[in-house]
């Protein structure tokens, strides 16, 4: 396809639009991060994780380090999705073993009205350096996907002041003053489009949205207060003056239920979990968009044939053809071995080459292998 021709490795562009690829594809959701004791050694250089997202420099080591050990075949930007509230002036902290905390939340309606859009090139230029450094030092090795939380995963961060096992503040906010959740999400929905419309000039080959949480709304909340603005987002993505329609991959922590209105988003690919099985997601919206995941992040803690065992099972599961992009059902976890990774990776790439049949050398990824 015109405009990935500079892509040694393009097979994750080419599952993402369901074209035909000689193997599945694989990337891990944060594969850059501290089971990695490369990336905990540029976290300390750092000083902590915000300098880190912050340093371009830096940034652009950790977001490499996954990809100069493993066979993936793709990078994805090391950042954070709280960078856009942190933009907004709400006064971002993360602390080892605390987790992210605001110092100045949304406590009222007032403080929602307040609220600006952040230009992504003045407040969050560092991102986009990052991005810019990463492609040259990619030198067409592998695709870059650019990111961002979606409005609803934003507001719940930014509503209870940090993470929550409850969600009860922006629960109660939705409920009370849904006018002032919806002028939020509004606003959070314009700014993550500039935002990854930025990204996309920067050099970004494909788009994620993380909605971490969507999840525990109900499916008429979900639908009212997270999807919609997610649809709204991809309504609003230029295409690149080069490469064209930038893919998009959304993924709802526990949106298995709404899968077909996820596909009717427009996106190009939805991210599941491991709690729904990747065969009935493939009978219920594989005509529509390409589907990411879902081993279960805790499969990479057993032995090397067990992993290679899970992988079989949900290579079978999704079946012959293209459209898949193997992946975790979440990020990966701290502990984990890299071995085990570098085991995971390796059998995605032998035993999903059964699933693809014989595709001309024009139409296969040429690969780093």
């Known amino acids: 396809m015109a405009g990935q021709l500079h892509l040694r ?15 599945t594809p694989i990337w891990i959701m944060r594969q850059a991060g501290r089971y990695l004791p490369e990336y905990r050694a540029t976290r300390a250089r750092a000083g902590d994780f915000l300098a880190l997202c912050k340093t371009p420099e830096l940034a652009c080591e950790a977001t490499l380090q996954p990809i100069q050990r493993f066979d993936l075949d793709a990078a994805i930007l090391f950042s954070d999705i709280l960078t856009i509230p942190d933009a907004m002036g709400l006064g971002l902290s993360i602390n080892e073993g605390e987790g992210p905390r605001f110092g100045r939340p949304l406590n009222s309606a007032n403080d929602i009205q307040k609220l600006g859009i952040p230009d992504p090139d003045i407040e969050l230029r560092y991102v986009l350096q990052a991005v810019r450094f990463i492609k040259a030092e990619l030198a067409g090795r592998v695709p870059l996907i650019g990111f961002s939380g979606s409005p609803w995963t934003l507001a719940t961060y930014m509503v209870e002041g940090g993470t929550s096992k409850d969600f009860m503040k ?9 006018k002032s959740t919806h002028v939020l999400l509004t606003k959070l929905s314009d700014a993550i489009a500039d935002y990854l419309n930025a990204q996309i000039v920067a050099g970004v080959d494909a788009v994620m949205l993380f909605d971490t949480w969507g999840g525990v709304l109900t499916a008429r ?12 987002i991809l309504m609003n993505l230029k295409s690149h003056a080069e490469r064209g329609a930038i893919p998009t991959i959304v993924f709802t922590k526990g949106g298995g239920q709404w899968l077909e209105a996820i596909a009717a988003t427009g996106c190009d690919a939805i991210g599941i979990d491991w709690t729904t099985g990747i065969g009935d997601a493939r009978r219920r919206v594989g005509a529509q968009c390409a589907l990411q995941g ?5 499969v990479l803690s057993a032995s090397s044939a067990r992993i290679r065992e899970e992988v079989e ?3 079978a599961e999704y ?15 701290p502990t984990t071995d890299p071995d085990r990774v570098a085991v995971l990776v390796d059998a995605v790439h032998e035993l999903s080459r059964p699933y693809h049949g014989e595709i001309s050398q024009s139409q296969s990824a040429t690969g780093t292998t």
């Not at 922006?170 to 849904?178: C, F, G, K, T, V």
């Not at 879902?294 to 805790?298: G, K, R, S, Y």
């Not at 459209?323 to 976890?333: A, S, T, V």
């Open 221 to 232: 909340d979900y639908h009212a207060f997270s999807l919609q603005y997610m649809q709204k």
């Open 319 to 333: 079946g012959a053809g293209s459209g898949h992009i193997f992946n975790l059902g979440h990020g990966i976890h």
């Open 9 to 23: 490795n393009d097979r994750l562009l080419r599952a993402l639009r369901r074209e035909a690829v000689d193997r």
């Open 294 to 298: 879902n081993l279960d992040p805790a």
């Open 313 to 315: 099972l949900i290579l």
């Open 170 to 178: 922006i629960r109660s906010l939705m409920y009370a003053d849904p």
